[in-house]
């Protein structure tokens, strides 16, 4: 037993001697738990993103379709632009020209624009119809974007569904037979469920089913509401009107709302959400490209600090002294291994994306000149952030627990992991300033925008700027630090 | 042909080298005797240029040895303390890379590897990991991979460190015969065996500073005695011990052992009929010369292997 102790004691004295560990048993899972936290809202009362750019643009003069803007403008999960502001400050409404400029480019502000057409209730079809411009270099922000779009267009405005049913049906029936209609729908239903026949009727003619009481207060949890399947009978059939009669709808039900009351998903059927690609749309795997893109860079970061880090290898082994005593300098062996970083990490990253390619069908031969340009600039930031680690870290473990810490942390916030517009506004902040932000902006470009040499040039500039001054701080550490005594 | 003058090295608060001296001819193999800590790895570091000094110059072949000088590496070769080899190489890829870094290519290289390999006995282990090589033949490696581009000026920094008595004469002769033909050989060791075989001349240092230069005999003769007793601190050679400070000079090691040194005058079988005085067996004492390990002693106070 006292041996046991002796050797527990042991271990404790290691582990508390050895700050790399602690870092990594403490201070990492809890910051990654913080990150989580935030995209995920926990501890927040709104969960969801917040405040992801979408662009509205309104070409409809019916007062539901302003209540739209005005909801989706109270819509936390959206920061939405409504007006255009010309150069002398004035400002006009938005135009769907203006929506797609907007979204061009190689940091476009906005990648998701809603258009309310004029004709947004048609007597032709029924449901509503909107017009999604995306520019979905991300199929998570995609999925979340179109779902609580839809979300909030049917818990907010109930009435422009009825409204467009009630239109739908006086072109179909005759004002007269609609009204015989309503009277006969408002008097079965008082006698069934009880109440009064003339309100009823007044409700229905005015496109008010009763879905707003269910769905502008939606408890979806509420197990009453459940067991009684509360869905009114006219939504009900309106449901299956629409699945006939309009055409099979394009997207599912929101994926955010994880609940979506009966009513809803009903309704989500009769929404029609007409989505236009506007960037990439001819790309075959746009989620692949993000995925390859993040996972890819994460671990070529993994690789190139590993690699760094056998620097202190070399050093422990004395090796550092018999390359020194030959004619070899100190810049020469930083610069051998840098040469040799960015080597492999070039072979990593087009191995990764022609695995991407076998896989997900990656379009990489269409670009493969400038991704190769891409990952070499993204290769060689990459070998920097190791060379400064193993030039600031004092030895071997200190410099990996330091690069596992750094590596999932600007994975996390860079965009590796998941979207940055999912996370709080004041850690979107710090997005850009990880090499992994640009790295992927440099592949996403080139493989989702197809843009050309001249476009990506911003990028390149960036990743280039980033190694050049990192590699400058790597090598002034070098010549003050330890590796070489 | 080197030479170092008043050459200082701190490291931070800590000296490692005070003010050392030295010149080295062409031809000499020069040893560096003294302890762990005694500075042998830090003038040899400066020798090699991988370091500069606080204070001091360092001149080879008259010219200035200062830390980069490309002519300089060209004719130094460094044998570090240390293995200093890619462990997961191969001996003959090792070689390669290090013959290859001075400017050495295709088949001068190739023959060169070939002989360096077959002078330490290493030919047929040439294409083995060198982390499979027992203790002794990495060692023999890491020496000949200083030599492939022939230097004129061979540091040895504690070269046979954990190799078997064998091995190490093999070592031993390889290297002797390199200085037979030619070359200057400075040689750090704490054995003063290696240093009283191999080494035309010596220098003892410890704690930074050159205590004594010379051959072995000149040495030798800076000991005021000619003769050393040593013999055990027990309770039983206690009365003997009190009185021989008359005699001569009386010094007890750590490690127990009283060591006598008479006065020139004291006749050696005074100090024998004395012993019989105390009825002490013979056998209890060792006579012996005086060696580097003596001198150490004399010189700093302490021992070697201290
Ligand atoms: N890089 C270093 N940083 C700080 N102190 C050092 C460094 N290298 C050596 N020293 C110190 O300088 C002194 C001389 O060291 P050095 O390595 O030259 O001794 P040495 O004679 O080679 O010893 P050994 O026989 O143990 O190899 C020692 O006290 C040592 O602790
Ligand atoms: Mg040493």
């Known amino acids: 037993m006292h041996t046991i102790l002796v050797l527990v004691r042991k271990d404790f004295t290691n582990f508390f001697r050895n700050k790399p560990a602690l870092l990594l048993t403490f201070v990492i899972p809890f910051v990654m738990i913080y990150l989580f936290g935030q995209i995920f809202g926990i501890n927040r009362k709104d969960s969801g993103p917040n405040g992801i750019p979408l662009a509205v643009v309104n070409l409809s003069d019916n007062p539901g379709a302003a209540k739209l803007v005005d909801a989706l403008k109270a819509e936390k999960s959206f920061r939405v632009l409504t007006k255009f502001v010309n150069p002398d400050k004035s400002t006009r409404p938005l135009t769907e020209a203006d929506a797609r400029a907007l979204m061009q480019g190689s940091d476009a502000p906005f990648r998701f624009a809603l258009v309310i057409p004029a004709d947004l209730i048609s007597t032709k079809t029924i449901g509503l119809r909107f017009k999604i411009l995306s520019n979905p270099r991300n199929e998570i922000e995609t999925q979340t974007v179109n779902g609580v779009l839809q979300k909030t267009i049917f818990t907010n405005v109930p009435e422009l569904l009825a409204q467009s049913l009630q239109a739908r049906a006086k072109d179909f029936l005759g004002d007269a037979r609609l009204q015989k209609f309503n009277g006969a729908i408002a008097g079965a239903v008082a006698g069934t469920f009880g109440g009064d026949k003339a309100q009823i009727e007044r409700d229905l003619s005015g496109g008010d089913f009763g879905i707003s009481q269910l769905t502008q207060s939606p408890k979806p949890a509420d197990p009453t509401l459940r067991r009684l399947d509360p869905t009114p009978a006219p939504a009900r059939s309106a449901a299956s009107v629409a699945a006939t009669a309009s055409a099979a709808p394009k997207s599912d039900p929101p994926t955010l709302d994880s609940h979506p009351s009966p009513a809803a998903s009903a309704a989500a059927q009769i929404i029609k959400f007409e989505t236009e690609q506007v960037v990439g749309a001819n790309v075959k795997s746009p989620a692949a490209t993000a995925i390859v893109g993040g996972w890819a860079i994460q671990f070529l970061l993994f690789a190139l600090s590993a690699s760094a880090v056998s620097l202190f290898r070399e050093r422990d082994a004395g090796i550092f002294q018999r390359l020194l005593a030959s004619p070899v300098t100190r810049a020469q062996i930083l610069l051998g291994k840098f040469v040799y970083g960015v080597s492999i990490g070039l072979i990593q990253l087009l191995v990764l994306f022609f695995a991407g390619r076998i896989l997900f069908g990656i379009e990489v031969e269409k670009h493969l000149g400038l991704l190769i340009l891409v990952c070499a600039f993204a290769a060689a930031a990459c070998t920097s952030f190791g060379m400064l680690l193993a030039a600031i870290a004092p030895n071997a473990e200190a410099a990996n627990g330091m690069a596992t810490f750094l590596i999932m942390m600007m994975s996390a916030l860079g965009g590796a992991w998941f979207p940055i517009s999912l996370m709080p506004q004041f850690i979107q902040q710090f997005s850009k300033l990880t090499l992994v932000y640009w790295s992927m902006e440099g592949f996403s470009n080139v493989l989702w925008a197809g843009m050309s040499f001249v476009q990506l040039l911003p990028v390149l500039g960036i990743l280039g700027g980033i190694t050049a001054v990192v590699m400058s701080l790597a090598i002034w550490r070098f010549n003050r630090g330890k590796i070489f005594e | ?306």
């Not at chain 2, 031993?172 to 033909?181: A, C, P, S, V, W």
């Open chain 2, 1 to 306: 042909m080197l030479s170092l003058a008043s050459v200082t090295k701190r490291y931070g608060s800590l000296t490692a080298l005070a003010g050392v001296s030295l010149n080295i001819e062409r031809g000499e193999f020069f040893g560096l005797l003294g302890p762990n800590g005694a500075g042998k790895s830090t003038t040899m570091s400066l020798i090699a240029g991988l370091r500069a000094p606080d204070t001091g110059t360092l001149t080879l072949d008259g010219q200035p040895l200062n830390a980069g000088s490309a002519v300089a590496r060209l004719s130094l070769g460094l044998v570090p303390q240390h293995i200093a080899l890619y462990s997961e190489l191969n001996a003959d890829e090792n070689l390669r890379i290090f013959g290859s870094l001075y400017g050495l290519s295709g088949s001068d290289l190739r023959a060169r590897i070939d002989a360096a390999l077959e002078a330490v006995q290493l030919t047929d282990r040439r294409r083995d990991a060198v982390k499979t090589f027992s203790g002794g033949m990495q060692r023999r490696l890491n020496l000949v991979a200083a030599l492939l581009h022939r230097p004129k000026l061979l540091l040895c920094d504690e070269p046979t460190v954990g190799v078997d008595p064998q091995s190490r004469n093999a070592i031993f002769e390889y290297l002797e015969q390199l200085n037979r033909d030619g070359l200057t050989i400075i040689y750090s060791t704490h054995y003063m065996e290696e240093a009283t075989r191999l080494c035309s001349r010596i220098g003892i240092i410890d704690h930074g500073k050159l205590h004594a230069l010379g051959t072995l005999d000149e040495l030798l003769t800076k000991l005021p005695f000619e003769e050393e007793i040593r013999f055990p601190a027990t309770p039983a050679t206690a009365a003997l011990a009190a009185q021989l400070p008359a005699h001569g000079e009386l010094t007890t090691t750590t490690d127990g052992l009283h060591r006598f040194r008479p006065h020139p005058a004291t006749k050696l079988s005074s100090f024998f009929s004395l012993a019989e005085s105390h009825a002490l067996p013979g056998r209890l004492f060792t006579s012996q010369r005086p060696t580097l390990e003596a001198l150490f002693l004399h010189l700093t106070g302490r021992t070697l292997r201290e």
